[in-house]
């Protein structure tokens, strides 16, 4: 799903955030991009997102060489992926339905249609109850499962976020990840850069840790299926439509 | 992932077709900025007063061009002018052609000036007086002075001249135009300096509509950027913006028409009084339907360039970061 190419990224200081990169994730993935700040996470997931380019090397998604994706074909294919932010990102003048139905109504979606996606997309998260708020009114936690019902609410292939439980407690951070677990179990590949080592260790996927612009190491999952089994005991089967 | 199949699987765009998808759209868009704008009433209100000013300067302008030629019109309609016979026609044939003319169905009026009358008067009003004594015969012809009748246009008019100017009897016809002439160039300056006028405060509309949507722009950055970084091509984005626009400009314009309503409404009774003392039944002419879509046109037009000038410069250096 996505193959990164020894892509070297410096920045107009000189600075190298990134330094002959080579790593790939398969279609159906969860992997976790760890690190500390400046490794190079947030560099990686905005070469994704094509929010910058890379200086050389190749960046492919799903088949797509993203150098080969001109600045007026930037929209449709940012459209291809959902995307998770630390500091959510979401519109704070309009409700939670009107930030979760935003990027259907980009891709000119029929309201009806939208609705019920919408909706969907935040059972999915658990607030379905909450559509009528303002995003302010709602805790941090419940802000970024609107920020991940909006990443999913077009069914993407292919979902990166960048630190999402940077900001959240560990009960809230758990229950993100218990999410995402879920899209993956229907299908949908992650890439999710964090350093919450602990977090990550309990959910036993699939680990690149970068270091200075490398692959320093990777972890292949081991502990998978243990944590599926732990989930089934808790008894979070909603299964994703 | 071809996203032309996604698009497609979202379902909108295969039942309801393309273009009542976009119109639909379009339509929301639209909505959505008015209700934007009245969020803001007051400032939104003098953006809209500032344009209705300025559309309103220019279009008072043209019809105050617009009643003074109407008023110059009537002038021209009643314009008499005088036919100079030959110095050897007696009194008697003057007298005959005079009735002849009169019958024409283009003429309103006759007058004869007896040569013996003009001298008298010439000598009561020139000063003249008595050295006029010295001459031995009267130097001045029978004067017929004629009124065009009210059918007539500037074209018929000057064919009438002609014609009886023709006349075997007639020495030539002096039509007293000069001054309507020249009120009429004046007029045609005036003409001019409402297009620069309007030329030169269309731009200024332009600008003030850009700034406006300029802030606007600048105050919504951040959602702006988050839109482009869930997917949002530049259209998008500027698209609610330009609806601004059009609302400032349709507000502009209207306005423009109720300042220009209100002060015809204010001048009616002095200008009637004036009329009046003129023995006129004149009447300020309004803005017809035409120059009243004019107006309202130029006011959504020219919102439409302002706001569009301001997204296109500034929309496209706000990217996600």
Known sequence: ?241 | MAIGRRADASGGARRAGPFKVWLLRHAGTCVGALGRLTQQPFANFMTILVIGVTLALPAALHLIVKNAASVSGNWENALDFSMYLKMDVPLEDAQRLADIIRQRADVEAVTLIPADLALEEFREQSGFGASLDYLDVNPLPHTLVVRPGSANTEQTVLLLNEELGNLPEADFVQVDTEWVQRFLAILEIMRRAVVIGAALLGAAIVVIIGNTIRLDIQNRREEIEVTKLIGASNAFVRRPFLYSGFWYGLGGGLLALGLIAYGLFALRDSVARLAGLYDSAFTLLALDFEESLLIVAAGVLLGLVGSWVAAARHMRRIEPR
């Open chain 1, 1 to 241: 799903m996505i193959r990164i190419e020894n892509v070297v990224k410096r920045f107009p200081g000189g600075q190298e955030a990134l330094s002959g990169l080579n790593l790939s994730v398969d279609k159906g993935e969860m992997v976790f991009v760890t690190g500390h700040s400046g490794a190079g996470k947030s560099t990686l997931l905005r070469l994704i997102a094509l929010i910058e380019r890379p200086t050389s090397g190749q960046v492919i998604v799903d088949g797509q060489n993203t150098g080969r994706v001109s600045r007026r074909r930037i929209p449709a294919y940012r459209r291809q992926i959902g995307m998770v932010f630390q500091d959510h990102k979401l519109l704070y003048d309009r409700p939670v339905f009107d930030n979760v139905a935003l990027p259907l109504i980009i891709s000119g979606a029929q309201h009806r249609d939208a609705a019920r996606k919408v909706r969907a997309a935040l059972d999915q998260v658990g607030l379905l109850k909450k559509e009528k708020q303002k995003p302010e009114t709602l805790s941090s936690g419940e802000q970024q499962r609107v920020g991940i019902a909006r990443a999913i609410v077009s069914k993407p292939k292919l979902l990166i976020a960048d630190e999402p439980t940077g900001n959240l407690d560990p009960d809230l951070s758990l229950e993100v990840m218990r999410i995402f677990r879920r899209f993956n179990e229907v299908g949908v590949t992650l890439l999710i850069a964090s350093h919450d080592i602990a977090l990550i260790d309990q959910l036993g996927c699939r680990r690149i840790a970068l270091e200075n612009g490398t692959v320093q190491v990777e972890e292949e999952e081991d502990v998978v299926a243990e944590y599926a089994e732990r989930l089934e005991h808790k008894g979070q089967q909603e299964s994703w439509r």
